[in-house]
């Protein structure tokens, strides 16, 4: 089996269990990116990818995080600001133990670095124009103050670096301090009757947003022989952000995010996806 759809299918033990733990307590989820794109188009991984987002709307999200704490297998770790002092992100990652996969910005970093799936909240988003942009411009200098002041962190892209030290430099709080204001600007308009939530952590902010109503009408769907939510209209979403999203992109732009081998180390993967390709 080669090395990429190893990691794909280690990537997927992850979000069994990110899907066992929701299913158990009755938390909504949601497939977003290019896993949702994935699901739809592939019916599992986009065959060229090494990651899997997950969304969930932000008292779900704050749910899942207070009770995957008791929950989680042990082989797992839940990687949040509060749970890795070493780690400069305000979104959650599940992480494998003992294994390696490092992100182009974290091979000098002291947190956990096994292999992940991400979990993003979804907060919601003001309906004017220009609320909605202060709201962004906002939260995008705490974000990157917030990397900036952390250790072992070094962007590859001189843009970023720069962008992050400045931002580090500019907002002379401490760690702590910044990601709770970062919070507070992404949390501002909950409970507000807004028509859309955003990722704001995602890589397509400009379009990496759903309608609320949306977000609470999911469905099933298959991705690598198990059943996740998604969004009923996700149609809406995929098209708004691909375009033509069963057109397959030319060769050359199919590649990965991170271009780091991963290191499963003794870990066995356990879903019935591996097992069945295994034979």
């Not at 990537?11 to 794109?37: M, P, Q, T, W």
Request: proline share 3%; aromatic share 16%; net charge positive.
């Amino acid at each position: 089996m080669k090395e990429l759809r190893k990691l794909q299918l280690a990537i997927l033990d992850l979000a069994v269990e990110f899907k066992r733990i929701c299913d158990k307590h009755h938390i909504n989820y949601f497939l977003v990116g290019g896993s949702l794109l994935g699901a739809v188009r592939h019916k599992g991984f986009i065959p060229w990818d090494d990651d899997m987002d997950i969304g969930l709307l932000r008292r779900d999200y704050q749910k899942f995080i207070s009770i995957a704490k008791e929950e989680l297998d042990p082989s797992y770790f839940l990687q949040t600001f509060n749970s890795d002092t070493h780690y400069g992100h305000g979104y959650a990652k599940l992480r494998i133990r003992n294994t390696v996969f490092l992100e182009d910005y974290t091979k000098d970093s002291k947190q956990n670095n096994g292999v992940f799936l991400d979990v993003f909240p979804f907060d919601n988003i003001p309906d004017n124009k220009l609320l909605k942009k202060i709201q962004y411009l906002q939260f995008k200098c705490y974000k990157w103050s917030l990397l900036g002041k952390t250790d072992g962190y070094s962007f590859v892209q001189r843009k970023r670096r720069l962008f992050a030290k400045t931002m580090g430099i500019m907002i002379p709080w401490n760690r702590k301090k910044t990601y709770t204001k970062m919070c507070n600007i992404c949390t501002k308009y909950i409970g507000c009757n807004t028509v859309y939530a955003a990722n704001l952590f995602g890589a397509y902010y400009d379009n990496d947003y759903y309608r609320c109503d949306d977000l609470k009408d999911v469905i099933e769907i298959e991705f690598e022989g198990y059943l996740f939510k998604a969004p009923r209209n996700y149609h809406r979403f995929l098209s708004h952000i691909y375009g033509d999203y069963m057109k397959l992109p030319p060769e050359n732009k199919r590649r990965c995010h991170t271009q780091t081998k991963p290191n499963l180390g003794s870990y066995y993967i356990r879903n019935k996806q591996y097992q069945k390709e295994k034979k």
